[in-house]
């Protein structure tokens, strides 16, 4: 069988994520600029190869200040590591509509396997014809795990941010004639 290229539709994708501030509320941000793709055996997603990356320079929450911090060398060091990057291991299928995701994570010159649990939305059609697949992927990363380890205390006992980052990752390919 043939094997197919799924590239991202970036206008319906997005890469998002949450960390606790102050240890009780969330801050979300988003990823703007991002490149995956995804290569199968003719239309099964079973065994898929992904690959992603994504600009840390394009990094938003909201708040220039923070965001600006997120990209120095007190985190992610965007000028010496421009790019976060994911290469898949295993795309293996749980049940219906319901996968595992394995691969290598790289943040600021730190690889760690990582896996996350998938919905896989299915194959559609869309109205002009292009075939599309969606996929919804939520997990947790430790940010020291990859060396983002700058952190402030609070007077009143905690840190100013969390350890733990929550993906919010919603993904749609399309089929690549």
């Known amino acids: 069988m043939a094997t197919t290229k799924w590239s991202i539709d970036p206008t319906h994708s997005e890469i998002g994520f949450k960390v606790k501030h102050?240890?009780?509320?969330?801050?979300?941000?988003?990823?703007?600029t991002y490149d995956a793709s995804a290569i199968t055996e003719g239309e099964s997603f079973e065994?898929?190869?992904?690959s992603f990356s994504a600009d840390i320079?394009?990094?938003d929450t909201a708040n220039a200040d923070r965001d600006g911090h997120l990209r120095s060398g007190d985190f992610f060091d965007a000028e010496n590591h421009p790019k976060l990057t994911f290469k898949s291991s295993s795309f293996k299928k749980i049940n219906d509509g319901e996968y595992e995701l394995t691969g290598d994570l790289d943040i600021k010159?730190?690889?760690?396997?990582?896996?996350?649990?998938?919905e896989f939305s299915g194959i559609m059609t869309d109205p002009w014809g292009n075939t599309k697949v969606g996929l919804s992927i939520e997990g947790k990363i430790n940010r020291k795990d990859w060396g983002l380890n700058w952190n402030s205390a609070l007077e009143t006992g905690g840190v100013l941010v969390?350890?733990?980052v929550r993906?919010?990752?919603?993904?749609q390919f399309v089929k690549q004639a």
């Open 22 to 32: 102050m240890m009780f509320t969330n801050v979300s941000g988003k990823f703007g």
């Open 47 to 50: 065994n898929a190869d992904f």
């Open 57 to 59: 320079a394009s990094i």
């Open 109 to 118: 010159g730190v690889s760690k396997t990582v896996k996350f649990p998938v």
């Open 162 to 164: 969390g350890e733990e």
């Open 167 to 171: 993906l919010n990752i919603e993904l």
